[in-house]
């Protein structure tokens, strides 16, 4: 159920949005530095869906869709070895470069709200911050823990999407379902009302340390399961980071269920899709 709160404060005061700014800039640049990266030898196309846009930087451009597509099929390298700690140090950070560019920007209504309860000094800022970030941490070990252990199953290829559509539908159908779970919905609450949980000060830097914490735990909570939609559509689609970001803030800044619903149908009707398209799904429809 809706809480019949104050909506979330939005209006962002200056120093909430200098450090997004700066934290999810940082994760962009890290992104698109991996991106630049990758221009002169990868088929952007086998990133997942709408990465091959980037195709007309690279020298595949101008290389037949047929004939790239058997190329890919025949060249593109496969996982036959084991992780080394650069690629498991790599991999994180990829995953915190993620955090910053799709959570901090959906966190400015949060924070700018538990920052307004600090009565002490600007640089409560930091610890709030640090805090909050420490539980997405958390989860980008997971993640990484999570993406080592499909790579070795040969379940991701060496472009880190899925090898397959059905693992693809599986991941997606999975997110779609936590949109309509009451864990979703009250973990949303909270992060659209933080003050309700945090009416005491946060004027000292423990406090402030801990409320983070809290906020970050709520805001895990939340999208968790929208982040794992990366392993669906390639853990470096630039274009779905862009858009689950976008997603997430739209979601948070809300005052209704409706936005998660909404995601959730989306998320179940395009696993549908690629269920249908599948090599599985088209045997089944042979049955029919």
Not at 181 to 199: E, G, N, Q, V
Not at 261 to 268: E, K, T
């Amino acid at each position: 159920m809706t809480r019949s709160a104050t909506p979330p404060t939005t209006q962002i005061t200056p120093d909430v949005l200098l450090l997004i700014v700066i934290g999810a800039g940082l994760g962009w640049a890290w992104l698109a530095l991996q991106i630049l990266a990758m221009t002169a030898t990868t088929d952007f196309a086998t990133l997942g869906p709408g990465m091959a846009v980037f195709n007309r930087f690279t020298q595949w451009a101008d290389v037949p869709e047929a004939v790239r597509a058997s190329l890919v099929a025949l060249c593109m390298p496969t996982i036959d070895h084991a992780w080394t700690l650069a690629d498991w140090s790599n991999t994180f950070m990829m995953w915190m470069a993620m955090v910053l560019a799709m959570m901090l920007p959906s966190a400015a209504p949060a924070l700018t709200t538990a920052r307004s309860a600090a009565r002490g000094p600007r640089m409560m800022l930091a610890p709030l911050v640090i805090g909050y970030l420490a539980a997405w941490t958390g989860f980008a070990l997971i993640a990484t823990a999570l993406q080592g252990g499909l790579a070795a199953l040969r379940y991701l290829h060496s472009a880190m999407a899925p090898m397959t559509d059905e693992l693809a539908a599986m991941t997606m159908l999975a997110a779609a379902v936590y949109q309509f779970t009451p864990w979703k919905s009250a973990c949303l609450d909270r992060c659209r009302h933080p003050a309700m949980l945090f009416p005491s000060s946060v004027a000292t830097v423990t406090n402030a340390g801990m409320t983070g914490v809290r906020l970050g735990l709520d805001c895990l909570g939340c999208c968790w399961a929208l982040m794992t939609v990366m392993f669906a559509v390639g853990v470096m689609n630039v274009i779905w980071i862009a858009a689950l970001g976008a997603v997430m803030s739209i979601e948070k800044l809300a005052t209704d269920r409706w936005p998660s619903w909404i995601i959730g149908g989306m998320l179940a009707t395009v696993a549908a899709i690629i269920i249908v398209q599948s090599p599985a799904g088209q045997r089944l429809l042979s049955l029919i």
